[in-house]
């Protein structure tokens, strides 16, 4: 039987019947299990996989949350981990060796290429390809790991040619998920081995809880879990789990609201003399790349203003009141970021990055108030109060 995504996200696996009807799943707050006999618990502890037996392994709670998202995925299995770092890191930690090779494609989050920077201590190398992953490929190269869309740029790079470039050396293919979620994309059906996500961002959707997840096949999530999860030990408290789980209860309906909003901001941005260039899917030249891949977007989105730095982007951001200034994004708050520092101008253009580019994560509130709240921000530009640095930060809200 064919679930949609709304029946998987507000229904399945939550079991009333095996917990007194209780429409919300208990919160098995317990570190572990115990057992009625020492045969039992031996049998049970020589498959931890299988069994109830330490929440640094199976807990029931989070177990509702890993069935839902690989369902959400069609994937075979999903473990959960204390953080979407925490899944990242064990995907590498479970499937390289040293004198393996990873490729990455198209802009990769920062601390996953510091992770990367990282293992070349422990003779793992990696190397970044924009667009032809073929031409890339080593003899030791072990996976290929993508961002799609990427999440400063939001720049979609093709998935299937990806996973059949992948199948056809017998390497395993990784994305990170997050921008789309399930609800927007599925990698496990265009052929990806691996699907990745920091549920902190949109699948928690209240930015209230830090948590991530791998979904794929049985054999290689089993595996992920042996090394990655009980050895690394990132786990998820099955009190987070119940608050992700519920956040999931709404999350087709805020992903909808997401994008109508983000698309309304972008209408907006698009009539503004000040900004060079506004990045989105929903605008990429290709649309056929993101019609076969993708059924929706999320709210993340980029702009660069023409006139870039960092007093412009500073000026330009110390306006603003609804739009939150902070990292992360995905949550029902609107939030406003960007790259530049004082310092870093030219680290910036090394990564294709404008020095004026401001990113926004459009939350749930009217897009009303928050085209109001950026006009501000524009106003500050053409009032010509960006005078000096002291001037910008007295003005910081
Ligand atoms: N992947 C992407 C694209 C992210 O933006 C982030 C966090 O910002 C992560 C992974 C890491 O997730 P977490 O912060 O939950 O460890």
Known sequence: MKYTDEQICTQLFDSPSEHHGAVSPPIYQTSLFSFETFEAFTEAQSAERENYVYTRGVNPTTEILENKLAMLERGEMCKCFGSGMGAISAIFHSLLKKGDHVLFMNTIYGPTQQLMEHLENFGIEHSFVTEDAES????????????????MTMKVIDLMKIAATGMRHGIYTAIDNTWSTPIFQKPLTMGFDLSIHSLTKYIGGHSDVVGGAVIGKKNLVDRIFQYGFQLNGSVLSPHDASLIIRGLRTLPLRMKQHQANALRVIEYLKTKEEIAAIHHPSLE????LVDNQMTGFSGLLSFELKEGGFEQVAAFINKLNVFKIGVSWGGYESL??????????????NQGMASGLIRLSIGLESPELLIS?????????????????GEVASETK
């Not at 890339?136 to 999440?151: L, M, Q």
């Not at 709240?373 to 640095?389: M, R, T």
Request: hydrophobic share 30%; proline share 6%.
């Open 373 to 389: 709240d950026l006009e501000n921000g524009f106003h500050a530009l053409k009032k010509d109060e960006i005078l000096s640095k």
């Open 285 to 288: 030249d290709d649309s056929s």
């Open 136 to 151: 890339a490929i080593r003899p030791n190269t072990r996976i290929i790991y993508v961002e799609s869309p990427g999440t």
């Open 336 to 349: 406003i970021n960007s790259p530049i520092k004082r310092n870093n101008q030219a680290e910036l253009e």
